[in-house]
């Protein structure tokens, strides 16, 4: 039962890595550029979330205020790339990346003077409950959360293949130039693209919150979350998934067998190997390019 608590355990941390992991892996997808404040979305989301549901701010109910932190999140996603991202055009990568470091101290900064720097706990409806089958007891917001992750996964995957604007989303990550060509506007795709890793950051935020007490420290969670992605191969939306997964199960394992002091940088450990024998992660997508 220990085993099978833990196993469920890390699989709901690892959901929660491989949201995140998935909003790196879909804007580098599309604009080869990396957003180290993706971390810090899923914390904004988060704390949007708290603002509008608890009763010491606005206190909506728990399923008005999600729609409505996504939807934000979106937005906000949105707006970063029309307003300022594309000012960049034209910069190096190594530019982009500082302004998104830069994001996300920014992020922690403000969520810091509007909600405290101090750990508040969401109002969520599936918080302290539990789940009981026979002798096994389950949190409820675990299973929520694997339960949410495998539905939006389901979804994400029917929208990259069935629609078009996933298709288009899909073509104008693999080629920027032949997209454009065949009509697909592609800077608004690019915004479009930091929309949806903002919506996902906010999901991932509220499962999050859903589990604990959070703070704007959280944002530093997208460490763990782009070793994920750099573990499931960084250009593969399942390997984003997969890495943030493993990484999940690593940890409460670590902890109940290895000492404390040790467990902690087995993640990293994995991040070392990985990148020693398998460069291009466990699921790579490597294409050639002719010159």
Not at 157 to 169: D, E, H, I, Q, S
């Amino acid at each position: 039962m220990d085993v099978l608590q833990l196993f469920v355990s890390g699989l709901a941390n690892g959901c929660v890595y491989g949201l995140i992991a998935l909003g790196f892996v879909l804007i580098y997808k599309a604009t080869e550029a990396v957003n180290f404040a993706q971390g810090d979305f899923m914390m904004l989301g988060a704390f949007i979330t708290l603002g509008l549901t608890n009763d010491q701010f606005w206190g909506l109910p728990f399923w008005v205020s999600v729609p409505i932190a996504i939807a934000c999140m979106g937005a906000f996603g949105y707006l970063l790339d029309m307003l300022v991202l594309r000012r960049m055009f034209g910069q190096s990568q190594v530019a982009v990346v500082i302004l998104t470091i830069a994001l996300g101290f920014v992020l922690r900064f403000v969520a810091g003077v509007i909600w405290g720097h101090q750990p508040v706990s969401l109002e969520s409806p599936i918080a302290g409950k539990d789940v009981r089958f026979g002798g096994l007891v389950l949190g409820l917001d675990e299973v929520t959360i694997i339960i949410v992750t495998v539905i939006l996964t389901v979804l994400l995957y029917f929208y990259f293949n069935r629609t078009k604007l996933g298709v288009a989303m899909q073509a104008a990550s693999q080629n920027q130039l032949a997209a454009y060509y065949m009509g697909i506007p592609v800077k608004r795709i690019h915004s479009l693209i930091w929309a949806l890793a903002g919506a996902v950051a906010a999901v991932a935020g509220i499962l999050f919150a859903s589990k604990g007490s959070i703070d704007p420290s959280i944002g530093l969670l997208g460490i763990k979350a782009f070793a994920a992605a750099v573990i499931g191969g960084f250009g593969s939306l399942p390997g984003a998934l997969l890495g943030g997964i493993i990484v999940g199960l690593i940890e409460p394992f670590a902890s109940y067998y290895i000492a404390a002091g040790y467990s902690q940088i087995m993640p990293y450990l994995l991040l070392f190997l990985i990148l020693v024998f398998r460069p291009h992660g466990i699921l790579a997508q490597v294409h050639r390019k002719k010159v």
